[in-house]
């Protein structure tokens, strides 16, 4: 799997490879709050996951 660096995937814009753990790629991410985050490429492209966790904490706000 590969992506291109300034692709927007959910709330995370890719900024850029990181590391190799095993045969698992890390990548950076830029996400829409501001936030930067490292995160394996394959859940990002999976839809596994959309943000640097902010999503997160708007739907649990919502709830409560």
Do not use: P, Q
Request: charged share 25%; proline share 0%.
């Amino acid at each position: 799997m590969t992506i291109e660096s300034g692709k927007k995937i959910g709330r995370l814009t890719a900024l850029g490879y990181s590391h190799n753990e095993g045969s698992a790629k890390y990548w950076t991410f830029k996400c829409d709050c501001g936030k930067i985050h490292v995160t394996r490429l394959t859940l990002v492209l999976n839809g596994h996951t959309r943000s640097c966790g902010c999503l997160r904490k708007i739907s649990w706000r919502k709830k409560n």
